[in-house]
């Protein structure tokens, strides 16, 4: 299973930061995963944004509030995160991340890991 | 809601280091740890408190008690020099410790 971030590298205040993420090795249908993002970013450390199930069912980060969508694209086996209204405070690593379904949320974990994509936020 | 761990420690090669994260409702639910070596992604290295994914060395191990979760690297290695997060779910959100950077040297 592999997993590869996409992107623009840089985005304009304001603007809406839009990544994609390319699965390999499994399918995005796979009934015991669920698919996340994550960002790191010097300031506040890991953070998970949300994650998505094949049937379009998601889980978010509340901290986001209402900026971000993931998304699910079963003909390309991609998974895909917006996040609107972006300030420096997006800028990151982003990561696609496989979010394993154990049985219920407070027994899943997080592998494997992309490789990761920087963004920065600047004008 | 917080997962706390020491920021740094640091060992001798050959030596035992426990790196521990505390969270007020820990004792809830299960944790994960990750290790990043520097300019990579976070590697899985336990999950559901103490369980081991393929290929992990047997010298890390983990356990949880109460609101804590150890981490424990039985005789540290200088590849093992990296930066170690722990996680837990709490209310439907993944929640990361902000790290412990191990130096072996």
């Known amino acids: 299973l592999q997993l590869e971030e996409s992107g623009p590298g840089l985005v304009k205040p304001s603007e809406t930061l839009s990544l994609s993420c390319t699965v390999s090795?499994?399918?995005?249908?796979?009934?015991?995963?669920?698919w996340a993002w994550i960002r790191q970013s010097p300031g506040k450390g890991l953070e998970w944004i949300g994650s998505?199930?094949?049937?379009?069912?998601?889980y978010y980060n509340p901290s986001l509030q209402s900026r971000r969508t993931v998304s699910i694209d079963w003909s390309k086996n991609q998974v895909s995160l917006k996040v609107t209204s972006v300030t420096a405070a997006d800028t990151a690593i982003y990561y696609c991340?496989?979010?394993?379904?154990?049985?219920?949320?407070?027994?899943?974990?997080?592998?494997?890991w992309g490789p990761g994509i920087l963004v920065t936020v600047s004008s | 809601y917080e997962l706390t761990q020491t920021p740094s420690i640091s060992v001798s090669p050959g030596q035992t280091v426990t790196i521990t994260c505390s969270g007020a409702?820990?004792?809830?639910?299960?944790a994960c740890w990750y290790q990043q070596k520097p300019g990579q992604s976070p590697a899985l290295v336990i999950y559901?408190?103490?369980k081991r994914p393929s290929g992990i060395p047997e010298r890390f191990s983990g356990s949880s008690s109460g609101n804590t979760a150890t981490l424990t690297i039985s005789g540290a290695q200088t590849m093992d020099e990296a930066e170690y997060f722990c996680?837990?779910?709490?209310?439907?959100?993944?929640?990361f410790g902000g790290g412990t950077k191990l130096t072996v040297l």
């Open positions: 991340v496989r979010h394993y379904a154990y049985s219920q949320l407070s027994r899943d974990w997080f592998d494997p």
């Open positions: 090795g499994a399918s995005i249908s796979s009934s015991d995963s669920y």
């Open positions: 998505i199930y094949f049937s379009g069912a998601t």
């Open positions: 409702r820990l004792g809830d639910t299960y």
């Open positions: 559901l408190d103490s």
């Open positions: 996680q837990a779910w709490d209310r439907g959100t993944a929640i």
